[in-house]
């Protein structure tokens, strides 16, 4: 790791990208539960923000749910609340957006 961190460490530092060690005999586990309970929202190159809010297995409501609670959560983070977001857009893989009321 020190290596690493040495060579690496100049790159991926600024940027957030630095590897945690895991132990020779430790579980990943921990690891992989805590990365898909992560969510880490950075606006200084671009401001958009894409977000994976269902999947199209899921039913509609299930999926509204998803929307509302993301949108609400950038609305609380954003200093001007509301007046921050210009448009929203609902996507799925290969379809066209569908453009939201904000």
């Known amino acids: 790791m020190p290596i ?4 690496l460490g100049v790159v991926l530092g600024p940027r957030g990208r630095m590897p945690k060690p895991i132990p020779p005999k430790g579980s990943v586990l921990p690891f992989v539960e805590m990365a898909k ?3 880490k ?6 401001p958009v923000i894409h977000v994976p809010v269902g999947t199209e297995k899921m039913n509609e409501e299930q999926i509204m749910k998803n929307v509302i609670a993301v949108m609400n959560f ?3 983070k954003l200093p001007k609340g509301k007046t921050n ?3 929203a857009y609902v996507k799925l893989t290969m379809g066209s957006p569908i453009k939201l009321k904000v």
């Open 74 to 76: 950038v609305k609380e």
């Open 4 to 7: 690493v961190g040495k060579t």
């Open 41 to 46: 929202i950075r606006i200084k190159d671009s």
């Open 85 to 87: 977001i210009k448009d």
């Open 37 to 39: 309970r992560m969510i």
